[in-house]
């Protein structure tokens, strides 16, 4: 689905950026084409600073979005989470980065919550990067606490795991 999405705009390479940071950023269309999270509106203008593209740019995208159904099925009901990635050493929380070999490859993540679950640790947060938004996709684990040695050790283990850094 994301490559046919990405592909509607394939010609428009200024728009294909609005929409891969508006899918980044679980930001939606409403009703009226602009682009919000929830009930607050995201001005264009920021987002076309941001992007480094004409204000013009961001109102065509979304009004696009809105004008196709199934776009607009799609970006009505993206929604953000709250990633504790950066914060959670302040929280004493353990990140895991795994960096993997191939990220479409299937089972990396049921193994990584394994030998997580294995050492008797509790997993607060699992994200995934989406390979096709993202050049060098990771999983990022968040744990309820810190992550010793030897479970680094055994995670470097896992098919398909090319790097594994601990926070």
């Known amino acids: 689905m994301w490559q046919e999405i990405l592909n509607k705009f394939k010609r428009y390479p ?5 929409i891969r940071l508006i899918l980044q950023r679980g930001f939606q269309v409403n009703d009226h084409g602009r682009v919000v ?24 995208t979304a009004q696009a ?6 776009l607009w099925k799609v970006f009505k009901n993206v929604h ?4 504790l990635g ?12 795994i960096a993997p070999v191939d990220a479409a490859k299937t089972g990396i993540l049921g193994d990584v919550a394994s030998a997580v679950a294995h050492y008797g640790i509790s997993i607060r947060q699992a994200v995934s990067d989406d390979p096709y938004f993202v050049e060098s996709p990771k999983l990022t684990i968040i744990t309820e606490g810190k ?21």
Do not use: C, W
């Not at 979005?65 to 199934?70: F, S």
């Not at 950066?86 to 980065?97: R, S």
């Open 86 to 97: 950066d914060v959670a050493p302040v929280l004493g929380l353990g990140v895991i980065e």
């Open 80 to 83: 953000s989470i709250t990633f």
């Open 14 to 18: 200024a728009q294909e950026k609005v």
């Open 147 to 167: 992550i010793p040695g030897e479970l680094v050790r055994q995670l470097m283990e896992i098919e398909g795991v090319r790097r594994v850094t601990v926070y």
């Open 37 to 60: 999270s929830g009930n607050i509106e995201i001005p264009h203008a920021q987002i076309a600073k941001e992007l480094n593209v004409d204000r013009r740019v961001v109102d065509t």
């Open 65 to 70: 979005i809105r004008e196709d159904e199934a």
